[in-house]
């Protein structure tokens, strides 16, 4: 019998080069599931989050701390012929290397995917980048908030007559964190079957386009472009907070079962078959009724 302690991905070795917070979230992701995680930071700077504090805990950022758990870390000057070198070295006994740099860059340093799985052919190399590894923005660089911004998800988040507001965390990077361990976890698998590793790209404007779900969806269907709705929702009648005596109360109606029970339970029967409100798309029509002002 496994060890379920040692985790699924126990004996996998990751070599990660990322920094800030999507790729430090996927390599975070994969230590949780029993990788070994070998973070190569800058000498002399480390990652960029590791000064982002206040708060620090031991001199550490709070940040930093929140997304490099489970994960062995050094330094390497890939400006040096040495460090360039060493990373080769350690590709070539890697499971799966993550980096985040500017397209281009790795493959400068001689360290691109060709460059490594000739010499270690089960190598799953993974990139992750702003805006995608080509196209006219491939060199442009991509923190979260550009890309909220750029993609439209502060468009559509906020209150409707404020102004586009971001998400309270950095929703795309952990998007694209997740989506990117994912294909890693599913390219493992894969490679048990082929006996080859993978080559793998994915971008934070990816994974925003993927977080804009229904609101995508409902562009491309109905041809109308999405605004922003507060903590209300646009196809979903009552689906969000509202202000009483002492606080806020949130109510999420999200099917005609739930409808009925929530009329009972606010002392409205006479309402729950009235044709304004009966079903969802009549509740939508006629939100303004069901809540005034």
């Known amino acids: 019998m496994s060890d379920l302690k040692s985790g699924p991905l126990d004996g996998i070795r990751v070599l990660d080069l990322t920094r800030v917070l999507a790729g430090p979230y996927c390599t975070m992701f994969l230590g949780d599931l029993g990788a070994e995680v070998v973070k190569v930071e800058q000498p002399g700077v480390g ?54 740099f500017r397209p281009g860059t790795m493959e400068h340093l001689g360290l691109g995917d060709e460059n490594l799985r000739a010499v270690n052919s089960k190598l799953i190399y993974a990139s992750l980048s702003g805006f995608g590894a080509d196209g006219p923005m491939s060199a442009v660089p991509g ?25 309270g965390v950095a929703i795309i ?33 990816e994974a925003e386009v993927a977080s804009l779900i229904n609101a995508g969806s409902n562009y491309l269907v109905g ?36 409808w009925r029970r929530f009329c009972q339970a606010i002392g409205k029967t006479e309402i729950a078959d009235d ?15 069901m809540k005034p002002g």
């Open 47 to 100: 990652d960029d989050t590791r000064g982002w504090g206040p708060p620090f805990a031991g001199g550490e950022s709070a940040y930093f701390l929140c997304v490099n758990r489970n994960k062995k870390s050094i330094t390497v000057d890939l400006k040096t012929d040495e460090g360039v070198d060493l990373i080769r070295r350690l590709a070539a006994s890697a499971d799966v290397l993550i980096e985040n």
């Open 143 to 167: 923190y979260d908030l550009i890309v909220q911004a750029w993609g439209g998800l502060m468009s559509i988040t906020g209150a409707p007559d404020g102004e586009p507001t971001k998400v």
């Open 173 to 205: 990077d952990l998007v694209a964190g997740l989506m990117l361990g994912k294909s890693i976890t599913a390219a493992l698998f894969a490679r048990e079957k082929l006996g080859v590793g993978q080559r793998i790209d994915t971008s934070l404007l």
């Open 223 to 258: 041809g109308q472009v999405p605004g922003r709705w507060g903590n209300a929702h646009p196809t979903i009648v009552p689906y969000q907070s509202f202000q009483t005596a002492d606080s806020y109360l949130v109510i999420g109606v999200a099917s005609e079962g739930i």
């Open 275 to 289: 044709t304004r409100f009966a079903k969802n798309a009549n509740r939508v029509e006629n939100r303004a009724i």
